[in-house]
């Protein structure tokens, strides 16, 4: 004769909070539940040299260097509010705190990390798709008054940085478009250090440059040194029909600004009261 016991999906388990003594069996995770008669979905059941085991055995409010033989963790729900130095290979559903070193790599498969004040240190490249908050499919970067977004660029390692070389280029800052096979950049900025820059002052001297795709191998190159000098292949101003068309755009002109009316071919500047014909 067989005994049969109390049974259902994990995701049933967690609706119920069993009796004490009471066992529940999940189907699908194929695993044993007792109740203490106040733990929702009850404690698992394990056993250190079983198979499938995750040597958790206890309700201590830490468990230390868990060592368990299980792979995976699925769907803890247990009293311990601190699992340290976890070496499994995995932690499904873990729905309590965590510190310590992870051992193999952390899948979120379609869920992600939350919270307030999180940090995430370490060394490492962040791959894949960055998500965003909002409907846009833009990377969104908050940050509070007075505060910069800083691109650090160094020789040597990120932990041992030596001196950066005067000349050096610092990088560049691209955007890149999939044409079906690879990503071709079509347009960004550059940052480099001029030759004689003094990397004690607090804005060492050094060059902007901006590039932009026109379909060729040689893209359109603009760049601002550190005199202030501005150079462009072209120079436009803007263009206006008339002297109302002008005015209806520019409302509040500023001393120094320089436009060209097709109405006679003439380009003018503004010298502070007046507009006034340059040729």
Not at 152 to 159: A, E, P, Q, R
Not at 224 to 233: E, H, R, S
């Amino acid at each position: 004769m067989s005994l049969k016991i109390r049974r259902g999906t994990d995701a049933e388990r967690l609706t119920i909070t069993p009796a004490e003594g009471e066992l529940i069996y999940t189907t699908d995770t194929k695993e044993l539940y007792i109740g203490d008669g106040s733990t929702v979905g009850g404690n698992l059941v394990t056993s250190e040299g079983g198979g499938g085991g995750n040597g958790y055995t206890g309700s201590a409010s830490t468990v230390v260097g868990y060592t368990g033989s299980a792979s995976t963790v699925v769907g803890y729900t247990g009293s311990a509010s601190t699992v340290v130095g976890y070496t499994g290979s995995g932690a499904t559903g873990y729905t309590g705190s965590f510190s310590g070193t992870l051992q193999s790599n952390l899948s979120l498969s379609t869920y992600s990390i939350t919270g307030t004040n999180l940090t995430i240190s370490g060394t490492g490249i962040v791959t894949d798709t960055i998500y965003t908050p909002d409907s846009s499919n833009s990377l969104v970067i908050f940050t509070h008054t007075n505060n910069n977004l800083n691109l650090n660029y160094y020789n040597g390692t990120k932990n041992n940085p030596t001196t950066v070389i005067t000349g050096s280029n610092l990088g560049n800052l691209t955007f890149r478009a999939y044409n079906g096979t690879i990503y071709k950049g079509v347009g960004g900025l550059n940052v480099s250090l001029n030759n004689s820059a003094i990397l004690t002052t607090e804005y060492p001297s050094a060059v902007l440059r901006l590039f932009i795709g026109n379909n060729s191998s040689n893209p359109v190159m603009a760049s601002l040194d550190n005199t202030g000098v501005f150079t462009a292949p072209i120079l436009q101003p803007g263009v206006y029909a008339t002297a109302t068309a002008r005015d209806s755009a520019i409302t509040a002109p500023s001393a120094g600004m320089i436009i060209f009316l097709t109405t006679g071919a003439k380009f003018q500047g503004y010298d502070g009261s007046n507009w006034v014909d340059l040729n």
